[in-house]
């Protein structure tokens, strides 16, 4: 079974910046990719961002492309979200996530809330 703990949520003000941190434990064999996704109150979880765990290959949703840096230290089997220039519209609950080969569904961490004030 894999655990993934994120810490680095908070109460931040618009144009700050904030880093979120995620680390897996347990079977990291067959893992295809890490990411972020967020959750606002009333709405869907929304992909952030994603990194694939071999070669590197990150991905932006557009809404934070500019702002958000995805970066992996995979000797410590962690990711992280640098969120430059926030804006109260990035409140939400974020997620950490990762998915397996053939696994059909991502695995989630606790959640970690980030609140932006205007």
């Known amino acids: 079974q894999v655990q993934l703990t994120e810490s680095g949520g908070g109460l931040v003000q618009a144009g700050g910046s904030l880093t979120l941190s995620c680390t897996a434990s347990g079977r990291m064999f067959n893992l295809y990719k890490m990411g972020w996704f967020r959750q606002a109150p009333g709405k869907d979880r929304d992909f952030v961002a994603d990194?694939?765990?071999?070669?590197?290959?990150?991905n932006y949703a557009d809404s934070v492309k500019d702002r958000f840096t995805l970066s992996k230290n995979s000797a410590e089997n962690t990711i992280y979200l640098q969120m430059n220039n926030v804006k109260p519209e990035d409140t939400a609950v974020y997620y950490c996530?990762?998915?397996?080969?053939?696994?059909?569904?991502?695995?989630w961490g606790q959640g970690t809330q980030v609140t932006v004030s205007s």
């Open positions: 996530g990762a998915y397996w080969y053939g696994a059909g569904n991502w695995h």
């Open positions: 990194v694939t765990w071999s070669g590197a290959t990150t």
